[in-house]
């Protein structure tokens, strides 16, 4: 959530920023600067008129005191009326207040400089590619084929069970599954992440912290009874964390990383790209998350970009890292580097990983920040990243891994999984 200080003194540059969002924030910026206009003038109305109300109160004691009751009962029935129109005020500010906020939370966050125009996924810039696409041998399967004739996942299965998008991961696909959880884990603790266990539920107040709502109510489910949502990512719980949190200047940085199963409703998907584990309601990642000073976000976030090229190096799979442009970048990122591995059966790019900078867009939805050195209260910077989602993973594996005997395990992961080959 933008800070209502920097619209008012930064009008015409957020209105141009958001542009390259292809957001025409007019109207919206302008209704922000009124609202606070009529907030701050019925703060002062209030603020006057209890004062007058307890200097009164005061003079009235002092009438009482001094024998004089006849003038101290006239004053007291005027501090009735004041009394009446202090709660009046208090109300309409109240709902003044509240129709700031609500607005304030419509508004998406200013990007980077460095993000690109652009209308779609179509637009965004890549910025690096590395790693050789294997050349593979006639017949070679897509992933969803090659986990049925190796009996590793179970789709049909998870759709009897539950519904299309839950797959069940079987024997040695299992194990794979869980090696590349626990090789995410170990390489981002060594990396100086401290790794949590996250609940998997969320509270409405923890999805409006880190801007899930109430702009995406649609993609996450709803425990409705209790009125908690299923986690879209790690990103939600762990950056909850620090919630209503004053932090020291030395208490930076900090560093996190979790593994979550991850619920989205992806509505309406559909067509060829959604099959296999393309797309999917239910699936694993493993988050990184940083709460930084804002002088070093964007060192922590070239430090995140450069540990998942890291991961991808080690498992050896082509990939390249695209700067995603305004039509593309998230609500309430300032910038994110998508990261995408090549899937050579499918003949196509397949994201794996978003590293993002909110800059403090978050943090002032949480409430999150940290005493300065000149002893002032600062928003802090947050930033998160997958490192790194599964289900592309395995696909980029499987595919990319495959040969004519069976589907070699990469040998970084061989430690994890006791077996070197899937036949």
Known sequence: MLQVPFIRENKALIIERLAIKNVDATVMINAVITLDEERRALQTKLDNTLAESNSMSKEIGELFKSGQAEKANALKAKTTNLKDVSKQLSDDLNTKSNDLKTLLFQIPNIPHESVPAGKSED???????????????????PHWELAKKYDIIDFELGNKITGAGFPVYKGKGAKLQRALIAYFLDKNTAAGYTEYQLPLLINEASG????????????????????????????????NIFRDVLLNE????????????????????????????????????????????????????DGMVDH??????????????????????????????DFEVFSTAQNRWLEISSISNFETFQANRLKLRFKNSK?????????????????????????????????????????????SIIE
């Open 123 to 141: 637009d965004n810039v890549e910025i690096f590619i590395e790693g050789d696409i294997p050349k593979l041998y006639d017949g070679a399967l």
């Open 208 to 239: 409006i912290g880190t801007g899930q709502l109430p702009d995406k109510e649609g993609q996450m489910y709803h425990v409705t009874e209790d009125n908690l949502y299923l986690i879209p990512t790690a990103e939600v719980p762990g950056t």
């Open 250 to 301: 030395t208490d930076f940085p900090i560093g996190i990383t979790g593994y979550t199963p991850c619920f989205r409703r992806e509505a309406g998907s559909y067509g060829a790209h959604v099959r296999g584990l393309n797309r999917l309601h239910q699936f694993d990642k493993v988050e990184i998350i940083r709460v930084e000073h804002p002088d070093n976000s964007y060192k922590a976030l």
């Open 308 to 337: 998942v090229k890291d991961i991808l190096r080690e498992l050896r799979l082509p990939y390249r890292i695209l700067r995603l442009c305004g039509g593309d970048v998230s609500f309430a990122s300032a910038l994110t580097f």
């Open 375 to 419: 002893g002032k209260n600062e928003l802090a910077h947050t930033l998160n990243g997958s490192s790194l989602a599964l289900p592309r993973v395995l696909a980029g594996i499987l595919e990319n891994y495959q040969t004519e005997k069976g589907i070699v395990i990469p040998e970084v992961l061989i430690p994890y999984t006791g077996f």
